[in-house]
C-alpha cells in the first residue's frame, strides 16, 4: 500500500521560512516524479513544484520554494523562504509516473494528507 506522509507544516510570520517533508513508502520512489500541491480555503489545489531529472515550480513561488528529493530515504521536501500570507494553504505532496505531465494535478496516482502552513501577516 502507497502511504505519503507529509510533515514540517505550522504557523510562521510572513518573511519566515518552513521546511516540508514528506515521506513515501510502498512505491519505488526514484522511478516517480513527485510534486507539492497546495489548497487554500475557497480555492482550487493548484500546482506548487515538482521534481524527477529537472525541477519545475509556479510562477508564484519561484525564487523562493526549493523542491529537492532524497532517494536514499525516500523522501521529498519543500523548502520555503520568505513566505507570504498568501502562501497559507494546506501542502500536498504527491507521485507521478516519471513520464507523466508533472505540471497537471490529474497525472498524480498517489496523494498525501496534507500539511497546514499559515504565514501570518
Known amino acids: 500500500q502507497v502511504q505519503l506522509v507529509e510533515s514540517g507544516g505550522g504557523l510562521v510570520q510572513a518573511g519566515g521560512s518552513l521546511r516540508l517533508s514528506c515521506a513515501a513508502s510502498?512505491?519505488?520512489?526514484?522511478?516517480?516524479?513527485m510534486g507539492w500541491f497546495r489548497q487554500a480555503p475557497g480555492k482550487e489545489r493548484e500546482f506548487v513544484a515538482a521534481i524527477r531529472w529537472t525541477t519545475s515550480y509556479a510562477d508564484s513561488v519561484k525564487g523562493r520554494f526549493t523542491i529537492s528529493r532524497d532517494n536514499a530515504k525516500n523522501t521529498v521536501y519543500l523548502q520555503m523562504d520568505r513566505l507570504k500570507p498568501e502562501d497559507t494553504a494546506v501542502y500536498y505532496c504527491?507521485?507521478?509516473?516519471?513520464?507523466?505531465?508533472?505540471?497537471?494535478?490529474?497525472?498524480?496516482?498517489?496523494w498525501g494528507q496534507g500539511t497546514q502552513v499559515t504565514v501570518s501577516s
Open positions: 504527491a507521485a507521478a509516473p516519471l513520464v507523466a505531465d508533472i505540471l497537471r494535478i490529474g497525472k498524480y496516482d498517489y
Open positions: 510502498g512505491l519505488a520512489f526514484s522511478s516517480y516524479a
